[in-house]
Nanobody
């Protein structure tokens, strides 16, 4: 069974930095795109950043200019560094991965359980 496990969330002060990690585990053929989304109560989940297997990156508007996404394909892990955190960055951050289960090409999206990031002013 494929699982995405996030880590690195918590309570930080405004202006500080945070690094989130998400590792995929289980049996699968390969991981395609990976990304980070965030969601606050009553709001839709929004893209923070996404990265293809080859390293092409797309940043959402939410933390553009302050965030850096990277991945380690050998470790099946994606990272998100956010600098100069603001109280508005407070949200549950979710990891997403499009995973190809078999060599035949079938793939599907998986989500992590979410990690809370709280930024105090």
């Amino acid at each position: 069974q494929v699982q995405l496990v996030e880590s690195g969330g918590g309570l930080v002060q405004a202006g500080e930095s945070l690094r989130l990690s998400c590792r995929a585990s289980g049996i699968f053929f390969k991981i395609n795109d990976m990304g980070w989304y965030r969601q606050t109560p009553g709001q839709e989940r929004e893209l923070v950043a996404a990265i293809t297997r080859g390293g092409v990156i797309n940043y959402g508007d939410s933390a553009k200019g302050r965030s850096t996404i990277s991945r380690d394909n050998a470790k099946n892990t994606v990272y998100l560094q956010i600098n100069s955190l603001k109280p508005d960055d407070t949200a549950v951050y979710y990891c997403n991965a499009n995973i190809q289960l078999w060599s035949s090409g079938y793939s599907r999206d998986y989500w992590g359980q979410g990690t809370q990031v709280t930024v105090s002013s």
